[in-house]
């Protein structure tokens, strides 16, 4: 029975983990959202507004591109004004990629899409199911095998 909820758990985890999955959400969240935010540029915008500013190599592993991808990404949203790069005080070499304002209202926009995009598709679930499963997601994060 144990192993039968891990393996339940672990293809939902699949699913959900999938990089065609990710790609479908961010086109539909990213919708009329203006040129430079779409599919491609949503994860660095995302991994910009949970770390701060990093360089684009040490983004390259979170968005799931190498370091010139994400560069190329980066360049669309400097010149959409989402983001500036910056010298990296620890090394002078390199630049660190950085929310503007504008970034950090494009990256509320799209939380704010987000979580009513979830909160729709909980709306048929009983009363307090959807509170219990953020609640228990929550702890599995924390303190599951991701943690």
Do not use: C
Request: net charge negative.
């Amino acid at each position: 029975m144990e192993n039968e909820v891990g393996h339940e758990i672990a293809d939902a985890l699949g699913l959900l983990l999938r990089r065609t999955t990710r790609t479908q959400l961010h086109k539909q969240l990213t919708e009329g959202m203006g040129e430079a935010v779409d599919e491609l540029t949503y994860p660095v915008l995302s991994a910009l507004a949970r770390t701060g500013p990093r360089s684009a190599a040490d983004l390259a592993p979170d968005v799931g591109v190498d370091r010139s991808g994400v560069t190329r990404r980066a360049s669309r949203l400097e010149a959409a004004g989402l983001i500036h790069r910056e010298a990296d005080p620890d090394d002078r070499r390199a630049h660190l990629l950085v929310l503007t304002e504008q970034g950090q209202r494009a990256v509320e926009e799209l939380r704010a899409r987000l979580a009513a995009h979830i909160m729709a598709s909980l709306s048929s679930w009983p009363p307090g199911e959807a509170e219990a499963f953020a609640q228990h997601l929550r702890r599995f994060t924390v303190e599951g095998p991701f943690a």
